[in-house]
């Protein structure tokens, strides 16, 4: 039996509350944007890190544009 498409959607109801999405609570996000600084020179990287996955502080050797050559970039607040 085929039914048409206005009588399934007619059976479909749905409260504002659902679609507002306020029966749910709001988690937030893991992944925050965090800023590496050059521990040679003034230069910064800004880059997103997934606090669940990486709690403690970061540091990564990156490119330094103002020194031209691979330096160690710690993670700032």
């Not at 988690?27 to 996955?53: F, P």
């Amino acid at each position: 039996m085929r039914l048409p498409l206005r009588s399934i959607l007619g059976t479909i109801t749905v409260s504002n509350q659902i679609l507002a999405g306020d029966t749910m609570a709001s988690k937030k996000g893991n992944r925050i944007i965090i800023k590496l600084r050059s521990t040679e020179s003034a230069h910064t990287y800004t880059t997103m890190k997934n606090r669940k996955n990486d709690t403690n502080r970061l540091e990564l050797r990156r490119y330094d544009p103002t020194l031209r050559k691979h330096v160690l970039y710690r993670e700032t607040k």
